[in-house]
């Protein structure tokens, strides 16, 4: 009777230390089931490219984004990539990464986000101090601004120079794909037809310099905005178009109240879901 009073307690005790535990964030895999950060990291160590969506401004997005990082260097020889940089801003960055440039000259060279300082910068700086290949992905903004005045035509218009810096014309494009379409639901008004051209074209071009910098045998892992990547749409639907065998996984950030669940609209939006509790400060 003892023992068992004893038995009674010690279960009473863990789950009222449970209750009281406030995780930030709960990791799920794609139907909702909860899982281990060791069994992601087992997963994502057989992979050729790991796309992981961020929510810009939640931190623990980029937290896990450096341990994700740190973790899989221990396995497998990494090339990195992301959103936050534009294509002709490779040579900055590149001289940063060698050591020729100050971060106050990489500053001044290149246009970084301005949450680069606290979000951005540590991942920058692991691969500066691992001599990790960093790709700037992205198309210059300026170019993405034209298709969304004037659609995929104006890009004709631009020089031979310009048009490394962006994924090869003419530009695929899917306009049934849904989260371009979503988009048109979402932001009314603002572009019409051509705004999701403008995301397309980002995710064309995203695609197409992850796979000039990747290697072959080693683990491309690129960082974009959540929705490049969501629903194995944008980049990786382009990845796949121009590269079928790649082994892609994805992983995504999202935000809600109760994180001990997973929301039926968040189940199957990558392979791997970050849920985040809604009230987790942002960095900007």
């Not at 020729?100 to 060279?109: C, N, V």
């Amino acid at each position: 009777m003892k023992k068992l009073f004893l038995l009674v307690l010690i279960t009473c005790i863990l789950l009222t230390a449970f209750a009281q535990n406030k995780p930030a964030y709960v990791l799920y895999n794609a139907k909702g089931k909860k899982v281990s950060w060791q069994k992601m990291l087992r997963t994502l160590q057989q992979k050729d490219i790991v796309l992981f969506g961020e929510l810009h401004n939640n931190p623990i997005s980029h937290w896990l984004q450096l341990e994700v990082t740190k973790d899989l260097k221990q396995y497998r020889n990494l090339v990195l990539g992301a959103e936050m940089f534009e294509q002709d801003n490779q040579p900055a960055l590149d001289l940063y990464l060698q050591g020729k440039l100050s971060p106050k000259g990489l500053d001044s060279m290149a246009r970084l986000w301005k949450n680069y300082p606290t979000d951005y910068a540590p991942l920058v700086n692991f691969a500066k101090e691992n001599n990790i290949v960093f790709a700037a992905t992205n198309v210059p903004r300026r170019y993405a601004s034209m298709v969304t005045k004037g659609g995929f035509q104006v890009l004709d218009t631009i020089s031979a120079k310009e048009k490394t810096w962006i994924a090869p014309l003419p530009i695929a494009y899917n306009a049934e794909l849904p989260g371009y379409k979503n988009i048109l639901t979402m932001m009314p008004g603002h572009g019409g037809e051509n705004l999701p051209k403008a995301q397309a074209f980002k995710d064309a071009t995203m695609a197409y310099f992850i796979l000039q910098y990747y290697k072959p045998g080693s683990l491309f892992i690129h960082y974009n905005g959540s929705y490049h990547s969501e629903n194995y749409e944008g980049i990786v639907w382009y990845l796949k178009k121009s590269s079928p065998k790649l082994n892609i996984s994805t992983i995504t950030t999202v935000s809600q109240k109760d994180i001990h669940h997973l929301l039926e609209e968040n189940k199957h939006k990558a392979d791997f879901i970050i849920c985040v509790d809604e009230d987790m400060t942002t960095t900007y």
